[in-house]
């Protein structure tokens, strides 16, 4: 059977688990050879695990992508593994609760928590695109898909650290795109609403009725349906597509 990124070599930064995990076992199933990289390097082969169980071809990479060094590592280990990288996915990211900004208004983020989610849920973003277009550059070209949020295109209360991030990861997202758009290397942004992850778990038992409320499907999304988005960008029936920001929130931006 022939997957639409047959012959690709793939990246997929925070791939130990949820939308990353989800989205690194669609690249295989579409054909692509994986490199899995998260800091819970355990999580990390487990993804790989389930990528060799079904068929595919992946690797595990450890790094933190805050660490220029350890983001360096992990392209080295693309680069010894495959020779090439086509597609990068560059998904790591926290939530407020991770930097103890749970519930926490503009005024009460400390300092510390604010500078912790700039870096990663930003800067390793752009940390990742530094290290990652040389290797796509030297491929002949790419795609490059970053993971915003609906939280990069509207406010949210009580979230200001992870709405400004996910806000600039959509115009580092543009901005690259213009740059490298003749060189053959897309890059766009997936934005998805409330997903079933972890990262949500907290916040689908505290608030479940007044997020269902504002999305039009009555539902939380599924990593798998961010993954299919992930994937379709990453492949050639993209081919038009750079400088994007695609919702996949369930109506949630559109009422
Ligand atoms: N779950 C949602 O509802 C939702 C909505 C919008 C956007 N997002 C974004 O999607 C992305 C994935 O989130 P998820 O819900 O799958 O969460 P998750 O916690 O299930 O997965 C995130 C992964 O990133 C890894 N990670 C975090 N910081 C890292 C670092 N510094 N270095 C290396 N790896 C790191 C974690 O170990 C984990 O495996 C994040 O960028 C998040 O902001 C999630």
């Known amino acids: 059977m022939t997957g639409i990124l047959d012959g690709k070599v793939a990246l997929v930064t925070g791939g130990g688990n949820g939308i990353g995990r ?9 054909g692509a050879r ?18 060799n169980a079904g068929g595919g071809q992946a690797i595990s990479l450890s790094g933190d992508v805050t660490v220029a060094a350890q983001v360096q590592t992990m392209m080295d280990g693309v680069m010894a593994a495959y020779g090439r990288l ?3 996915f560059n998904n790591a990211g926290i939530a407020p609760h991770q930097v103890d900004s749970a519930g926490q208004l503009t005024h009460e983020w400390s300092e510390s928590s604010f500078d912790r989610m700039i870096e990663v849920n930003l800067k390793s973003v752009w940390l990742c695109m530094k290290h990652e277009i ?5 491929s002949g070209g790419g795609s490059i898909v970053n993971t915003a949020s609906v939280a990069g295109l509207i406010g949210l209360r009580t979230a200001t650290g992870y709405v400004a991030a ?9 901005s690259a795109a213009l740059e490298y758009a003749e060189q053959g290397i897309r890059v766009n942004a997936v934005c998805p ?19 269902l409320a504002r999305t039009p499907m009555r539902r939380f999304g599924e990593p798998r349906e961010i993954a299919e988005m992930v994937v379709w960008l990453s492949s050639d029936r993209a081919s038009y597509v750079t400088g994007a920001a695609y919702e996949v929130d369930g ?3 559109a009422s």
């Open 193 to 211: 609403g409330y997903i079933v992850t972890r990262m949500t778990e907290r916040t689908r038992e505290t608030r479940s009725e007044a997020i």
């Open 22 to 30: 989800e989205a690194a076992l669609a690249f295989a199933r579409e």
């Open 86 to 88: 086509d597609c990068a």
């Open 166 to 174: 996910k806000h600039a990861v959509i115009g580092l997202t543009k």
């Open 251 to 253: 109506g949630m931006t």
């Open 34 to 51: 994986v490199a899995v990289a998260d800091y819970e390097v355990e999580s990390a082969r487990q993804t790989v695990a389930l990528i």
């Open 134 to 138: 040389p290797l796509l550059l030297a």
